[in-house]
């Protein structure tokens, strides 16, 4: 290609004024680039349609610039928080309509509110139905540990009734009933004693609730000597066969009331019931 | 304005790429009435002109990456940015309106005296060598320049045969050398 015959084509008329077609332009273009007297002229005539231009200068309204600035820093935060634009894109269709932008983020902000509140329904909801039943279970817990603990109240209780129950119906237990004395004719207390095992059992039938610092003690005669059998508590358990001490020998049992932790000897003034081995 | 530059060109782009503001402002300032001219010559309406120049400084401020200084000035870079936004403004505007007015209409009407906006200007050389150039070179420009209109739009407007376009336009841009190398 010649650049003088570039030159005196008059493609670049045509180029400078705008109607160069596609091919003219990438042809013009090419030789710009590869000779420098090509883009002189070029370059001479662009001046020449810039000083024609520029002959038609007017003003734009003042407040034009305030607009293109706050529209700049609005476009400079979108971009930095969007991805740069493809650099490949015609610069014509780049820009999206003015607003356009807003109206998309605006619904796109609708629309997430939307599925937000949407979301807090369903969530709250769903947070009341598990409240329910948080309440629920915990109310059905508490009752389930108050069963539990009654029944093993009550397991406990059977089982010391069942041990009642064997130590009297064992056929080698002796059953000792011991009435009250001349002072407390009221009062009753029975014996069971194992005569192998030689363990001795208290049930109280019917003794006066002692004093706090007094407790009732469990003696065996034998051979005419007292002999401690261990003092017993009262309350809750004397409904119960309660264990004491052994004693291989005895003709006669008896319960005084002593200071509480039991006496060496008996006193003998506050003997409640004493009864004899039968036989 | 060439006499009043303060920055040159490579400093304006640098400027641009930083996306120094101090450098727009004074890209504004300098650019604008040139800019705004354009907007206003291709659509004839001040309102859509102030929107195309709002476009045309956001596309200048988020495009000077793109800027190739091998293919012409930076003024004629913004100048061609203006002229596309302006009129892609106008075809879409045109459709909208159904293309009431034919071109030859339009194109005269340019030449009315109200709507000769260019006589403002202070650049009084300069408004002389418009005068000077002929009314039917100035048409034929500005047909193609200010409404992108292709050579067999301007033959169809002005009805000559497609040939004479060429020719006719050639003729117009070097008349219009002439007279400025004149000054």
Known sequence: MDPQHVISSGIIELYTAGIASEKEIKELEAAMAQFPEVAAEVAAYQRAMEAYVQMQSLTPDPQAKSFVFSNLNNQTIMQENTLTPDPSAPIVSIERPKGARWKWIASVAAVLLLFSLVLNYVFFNRYKIFKEYKDKYESLLLSQNSILSKSNLYKARLEQMQESMNVIQDPKVLKVTMPGTKAFPTALATVFWNRESQQVYLKVNNLPEPAADKQYQLWAIVDGKPVDMGVFEMGDTVNLLQKMKITGKAQMFAVTLEKKGGAASPTMEQMYVAGKIPG | ?183
């Open chain 2, 1 to 183: 304005m060439g006499t009043t530059l303060t920055y040159t060109e490579v400093e304006l782009v640098q400027g641009l790429s930083t996306r120094d503001e101090k450098v727009f402002t004074y890209l504004y300032d300098h650019y604008s009435p040139a800019l705004y001219g354009v907007a206003l010559k291709v659509l004839g309406e001040e309102a859509a002109a102030g929107d195309v120049l709002q476009e045309v400084f956001v596309k200048i401020w988020r495009n000077i990456d793109r800027y190739d200084p091998s293919k012409g000035r930076l003024f004629t870079w913004m100048l061609n940015i203006t002229r596309n936004t302006a009129i892609d403004s106008l075809r879409s505007k045109n459709h909208k309106l159904d293309q009431k007015v034919t071109d030859v209409n339009s194109a005269s009407l340019m030449y009315e005296p109200q709507l000769a906006v260019h006589l403002s200007v202070d650049h009084l050389g300069l408004s002389k060598v418009i005068e000077r150039l002929q009314k039917d070179q100035r048409i034929i420009i500005d047909l193609a320049y200010f409404k992108g209109h292709t050579q067999e739009e301007i033959a169809k407007s002005l009805e000559i045969p497609l040939g004479t376009v060429k020719t006719r336009m050639r003729n117009a841009i070097i008349q219009l050398r002439t007279l400025l190398k004149q000054l």
